[in-house]
């Protein structure tokens, strides 16, 4: 049996067998029809390399690679008026190829599958080894239909293989390029400590209306004058709740180390400023922002090694993708699909999955066809 052709058959057994751990779903699709107990019968599968130990009366290390470990009787019989099975019939399996299937539709990530799930994974197998066989004899694997799905599992198989092949391209950076990123982008690995005012926006009471935009900013520039005059920020803020009608607890002023990319996007600008230096007051719906910088360190190479390998991964994952996209063109026929409508997000067939923790989907189900594709994902910003 070809490795795509066994791939396709056994990608629905390991997906409810080999996927422990994880709970079964209340919307899972009903298994096949199990076969009777009185007609199956397999041998202790052994545990493989790193596997953990089986029952004390077996030994997995001491079956041989050549000896059979699932064995299907009556199964894979020559059609009336032949000598041999059917093509791409199986009848049994050797302990070397039963390891080889585990190890290709395990995922890289996951601990070798426990003995009793093992066991259970090849009886479910074989179990569907048989219905396979059964549907041979009805010729089904050449019925039209089942040829067209074969085909589309086998492409989505192909473009899963691609995506794990290039993650693993770009999963291991040399030092020289990690440490070239880093000389080149200083301003990304500083780290400054920082204080921080907010002014709640006040809400009408009673008789007081709510404030305008230019009365709201012109009380923050008040503050601001009076922290840069040397006041306390911790009763400043105090203040400013209080001047917006809370009664709650202010949040506390400092807010410690923080590097670019952990702040609103608009507050990035806090970065340029100088230690001691307070910044401009910054506007967002619910409240107005005053920042303080106390002092800054440039971050070691060592501390960000790790993020860097993971940002330079994952951009070399996206470029690379596009690439592949961008080598084609797509015309769809308007007539018969309808005009295009503009995405909402940026999609793409595969994702730039195994960076920064992220594992690539390996051995698992192809995605569901009707299903919208997942959108690329965004860069990650350093830990808040």
């Known amino acids: 049996m ?39 019968q397999s041998s202790p599968p052994p545990s493989g390399t790193g596997a953990p130990a089986g029952p004390a009366n077996a030994d997995a290390t001491k079956v041989p690679m050549d000896e059979a470990v699932i064995t299907l009787k009556n199964v ?39 003995f009793e799930v093992r066991r259970n994974f090849a009886s479910q197998y074989a179990k569907m080894l048989v219905f396979a066989d059964a549907a041979r004899e009805l010729n089904l694997e050449n019925d039209p239909r089942y040829v067209l799905i074969f085909q589309f599992v086998r492409n989505q198989i192909l473009t899963d293989a691609l995506n794990q092949h290039i993650v693993q391209e770009y999963s291991h950076l040399p030092d020289q390029q990690i440490e070239d990123y880093y000389k080149q982008n200083p301003k990304k690995y500083v780290e400054a400590t920082l204080q921080r005012i907010m002014v709640p926006r006040a809400a ?44 709650n607890s202010p949040p506390d002023v400092n807010l410690g180390a923080r590097r670019p990319g952990t702040l609103p996007e608009a507050h990035e600008a806090v970065f ?44 070399m994952i996206t470029d ?19 005009p295009e ?19 690539p989907n390996s051995g698992s189900a192809p995605p569901n066809p009707t299903a919208t594709p997942a959108p690329a994902p965004k860069p990650e910003a350093p830990p808040k």
Not at 286 to 311: C, D, H, M, N, W
Not at 343 to 353: C, L
């Open 272 to 315: 340029e400023l100088k230690p001691a230096e307070v910044s401009q007051v910054f506007s967002d719906p619910g409240s107005l922002y005053i920042y303080k910088v106390v002092s800054f360190r440039q971050v070691p190479l060592s501390e960000v090694k790790a993020t860097i390998s993971s940002t330079l991964q994952r951009q």
């Open 341 to 359: 409508t503009p995405p909402t997000v940026h999609q793409t067939i595969i994702t730039p999955k195994g960076a920064a923790g992220a594992k």
């Open 76 to 114: 894979c019989q020559p059609k009336a008026g032949a000598t041999t099975p059917p093509p791409g019939c199986v009848s049994g399996m050797t302990r070397e190829q039963f390891e080889k299937m585990i190890t290709a539709l395990q995922q890289p990530d996951k601990p070798p599958m426990p």
């Open 204 to 247: 009408a009471s009673g008789d007081k209306p709510k404030p305008n935009e230019a009365e709201e900013k012109a009380y923050a520039d008040k503050i601001r004058e009076r922290w840069v005059a040397g006041e306390d920020p911790a009763k400043l803020e105090k203040e400013a709740m209080e001047h917006a009608g809370l009664t």
């Open 320 to 338: 690379k993708i596009e690439q592949i996209q961008k080598s084609a063109t797509i015309v769809l026929n308007d007539a018969y699909f309808g």
């Open 2 to 40: 070809s490795r795509s052709t066994f791939l396709v058959v056994a990608l629905s057994c390991a997906l409810s067998c080999a996927a422990y751990g994880q709970k079964p779903s209340s919307n899972q699709a009903p298994a096949a029809p199990a076969a009777s107990p009185a007609t199956t």
